[in-house]
């Protein structure tokens, strides 16, 4: 009873401009999903869709300081920007990589940038559940800029594209691991690619190796390539151009409305209360379930025939 | 029609040992994902859990020697070796890193060792679903060791565990993504630590700052952390001693009875058959979900308490 009020509380304050309640409330829906959905229900009305960039790359490829010029940028063209930090930590002390965010945080006015550090490492896999969540808290607190920055290669750089609509991805010339990004799916990912540490040999090589396999446009997009120096501010206005004639290819496109259609966040919050339900237990002791389970465990039926029965039965699926 | 009988067809070839057949399914299951119910349920009841090992690592770590020197133990001892290699490769083009998998393969006759590599960019965010798949078709085929390998750090090192009873991490002086591997998370998931390339400067130093943190057993397992020089060959036999102990410490503790438990797999399937239903015409045309849906669209309900109440409808949960 008390947790409703303070739910309530924190959110009236949150709506208010209050930075403590809003980072209670982060954490909160982290560690205590079952109030989500009361959160959700006070917070969801409040929210206007915000520009949603991410930005991801190798380990040194320079993402807080590219990320410290987009929020300067922001700031400085009247935005409320807020910032989640996406680390591969630990599922078992969500300890985080914190020493660049420090340093940003203290960069600027804490009621113009709002900072977030999310522990990607939880036991629901891919992007943590929570981003999605925090992306919508932000959003509601009047953000209305949200850049969400990944560490690194992996899986988490996929689910980036659930979460934000435009995807900068950030190379290095002379690094092992921007071979292994160039190598690999990632990119394709991309909608914008900044080479950065761009004075230094290779860049220019790397530049136009990329340019080149992106000739073609992709779904009518054609990916730019930018060069930049980051600690030195450079090719920051050409990532912010980007930024903006992506978003005006994604309005065109159509893809914007959908992205920021309400039955996006649906499927985002079915798979959450899924993901949360989903254990033994439960395929022990529920009504459907049960029998399934009773049967693959003495060998009379094999798990993936009896889930694809299950759950044609719970949802009434027409598949064969 | 042709393709029920193909199917058959092929488990049978595969389980008389035919390589081909066992590729075949490998593709099916990735491709076809209306078929898994259909070769599971023959593919199932001939399994017999491997022993399945995980390894990750930095780029140039020596992931590729120490697998090559983990597999020629393994055919030393008469094992069937399944692996299975987990690229960040595209979910578009599907590509892969290809080249030291080519080397391997070729040191080993084809009936002893079967080689895959396997995309982790699908859709499905995690692990690719089809790797859970792939371990099942390796252990149907007669595989008795089944070696897991993911590149890199991210979220492919947090699933790996639910592939894999051991979690080998190899990490090498001298790297930077080495400093981000012990200051995240992902160590904490590791059962074994390797410190590979141990004839280079630093190696002990590591070694010594890992062995520290690992003082404390785990649930009752001290981590050891093994030096070894892969390409020489050096220190393999310490890891496979500490794999021995590992499973010894599994069987004890009753985590391997539950790992290899049917029900186990149960999640796993259950899971793969919810998020291929789950997307926006599912949510808009089914019973259920579309009074939620239109709600939703219109703004009358936030999305997290409809997918609340929906969920609890559906699967008849007592959650508040």
């Not at 002390?93 to 990607?120: H, N, W, Y």
Request: contains cysteine; glycine residues 10%; negative net charge.
């Amino acid at each position: 009873m008390a947790l409703t009020q303070d739910t309530g509380t924190l959110i009236n304050n949150m709506l208010n401009g209050d930075v403590r309640s809003l980072s209670r409330l982060m954490t909160l829906v982290e560690r205590e999903p079952d109030l989500v959905p009361r959160i959700m229900k006070d917070v969801y009305p409040h929210r206007r869709p915000a520009r949603r960039v991410g930005l991801s790359g190798p380990p040194g490829a320079g993402k807080s300081t590219t990320l410290g010029n987009l929020i300067k940028r922001g700031v400085e063209a009247g935005r409320k920007v807020g910032v989640l930090c996406i680390d591969p930590t630990s599922p078992l002390t969500g300890g985080a990589i914190l020493g660049d965010r420090i340093r940003i945080t203290e960069m600027f006015p804490a009621d113009k940038v709002f900072i977030r550090s999310v522990a990607s490492g939880d036991s629901l896999g891919g992007l943590a559940a929570a981003t999605k969540l925090h992306a919508l808290l932000l959003e509601a607190a009047g953000c209305d800029l949200v850049l969400i920055e990944t560490v690194g290669l992996g899986q988490v750089g996929y689910d980036i594209t659930d979460v934000a609509e435009t995807f900068i991805l950030l190379v290095v010339p002379e690094s092992g691991d921007t071979v292994q990004i160039l190598k690999s799916g990632i990119i394709e990912l991309a909608d914008i690619v900044v080479v950065n540490k761009a004075d230094r040999d290779g860049a220019g090589e790397i530049a136009e190796t990329l340019r080149l396999s992106f000739m073609e446009p992709r779904h009518g997009w054609s990916i730019p390539v930018i060069m930049s120096v980051a600690r030195e501010d450079k090719g920051t206005d050409e990532i912010m151009d980007a930024l903006k004639r992506h978003l005006f290819y994604l309005r065109e496109d159509g893809r914007l409305a959908s992205f920021r259609s309400p039955d996006h966040d649906f499927i985002n919050a079915v798979s959450f209360f899924i993901k949360r339900t989903l254990n033994r237990e439960f395929l022990a002791t529920h009504p459907v379930f049960k029998s399934f389970h009773e049967k693959i465990m003495c060998g009379d039926m094999d798990p993936y025939s009896a889930a694809a029965i299950a759950m044609n039965t719970i949802l009434g699926q027409e598949k064969q």
